[in-house]
């Protein structure tokens, strides 16, 4: 990527893969923090569709990453905010999986009955 301050979104994709592969081998932190940087340069990035389906994916995998660290509460505001966005662009990319992790952080959060709603 060298040191450009903007990215393109092909290399935004492979930024989120990147987090996705940290995830996937456990190392959370780093994960976050791929993602964190993912979601800062599409925000930098104008001709983007900042309401896309990569934002979703990036906001999932970040999600995901804050549950395994206990940090269920910056995680549920993480899937709320992708529910939103799938709402808007009216695609159900991933909205089950957020969902699903909503209501898992919000039992993590002793609110069991509306975490059930969710999961259901």
Known sequence: MGKR????????????SIGILHFKTKNYAEAITIFNEALEF?????HVNQEGIIIVKIIHGLAQALTELHYYQESLNYTLKGINICNSIESLYLYAELHLLTGKNLVHLQQPEEGLQYIK
């Open 5 to 16: 301050v903007i990215l393109h979104q092909q290399e935004i994709e492979v930024l989120n």
């Open 42 to 46: 599409i925000e930098n990035i104008p």
